[in-house]
């Protein structure tokens, strides 16, 4: 079983729509979970993290975990073509400073305008 | 740009060749990542540096061989490959070890003959 389980899509969606893209793990030491986002032939970049359970929201961007069924959710409100990327799940435990970051597969998003 | 680079962006080598990808962090960062992506697959942590120092070799064959002669550079020397090496290579820093923001580089896309 993968530590970090992801639904490579990929996803096609109008623009406007909401979108849900989702992880699921199998490490219950994981604390810290991130939202890599990775544009065509650019690297990742870091979009939100949320440590431990509970909601944190960026503007159109909304993180959830959810520790007790091992599940991490990003949901984009009014999803425009600027978001047509790959999404990454990361997570990690960091006991002190040798954490390392698991990475999912990774989510292609397409917006249609 | 997020303040990591590396070179080439594009390599193609033959399995009898040796080359070395070069990568540069201009943001004061302690703690520099190799990564293998593929398609379909998570991004495969390959190494890891902390303030020069190896600290991490995840199993990584040795025709695959990392330098690291100051916090800012970082290379990746490869010899007689294998066509199941070909992949985007992605390198990353962060502020210091076990940080959850990693910034990445644009990756070198490499295609082995």
């Known amino acids: 079983q993968k530590e970090v389980e992801q639904d490579p899509g990929p996803l096609s969606v109008p623009e406007g729509a909401i979108v849900s893209l989702n992880c699921t793990y199998s490490?219950?030491?994981?604390?810290?979970f991130m939202w890599y986002r990775q544009y065509s032939r650019k690297g990742p970049e870091l979009l939100m993290y949320?440590?431990?359970?509970g909601n944190k929201e960026d503007g159109r961007f909304t993180a959830q975990v959810d520790k007790s069924s091992k599940y991490i959710s990003l949901f984009i409100r009014d999803s425009q073509p600027s978001d047509s990327a790959t999404y990454l799940c990361?997570?990690?435990?960091?006991?002190?400073?040798?954490?390392?970051?698991?990475f999912g597969q990774g989510t292609t998003l397409q917006v249609k305008p | 740009e997020t303040g990591v680079t590396q070179t080439p962006r594009h390599l193609v080598m033959g399995m009898t060749n040796k080359k070395s990808l070069k990568c540069e962090q201009h943001?004061?960062?302690?703690?520099m990542y190799w990564y293998k992506q593929s398609a379909k697959k998570p991004l495969e942590l390959m190494f890891v540096?902390?303030?020069?120092?190896?600290?991490e070799n995840n199993s990584v064959p040795s025709r695959f061989s990392p330098e690291c002669p100051n916090s800012s550079h970082l290379f990746l020397h490869l010899h007689t490959l294998q066509p199941e090496d070909s992949a985007l290579y992605l390198c990353?820093?962060?502020?210091?070890?076990?940080?959850?923001?990693?910034?990445f580089g644009p990756g070198t896309r490499l295609t082995v003959t």
């Open positions: 990353a820093s962060s502020q210091d070890l076990g940080a959850y923001e990693q910034y």
């Open positions: 490490n219950s030491a994981f604390q810290y």
């Open positions: 949320t440590y431990s359970s």
């Open positions: 990361a997570m990690s435990t960091f006991s002190g400073n040798t954490g390392k970051l698991i």
């Open positions: 943001l004061g960062h302690n703690a």
């Open positions: 540096y902390s303030l020069e120092e190896r600290v």
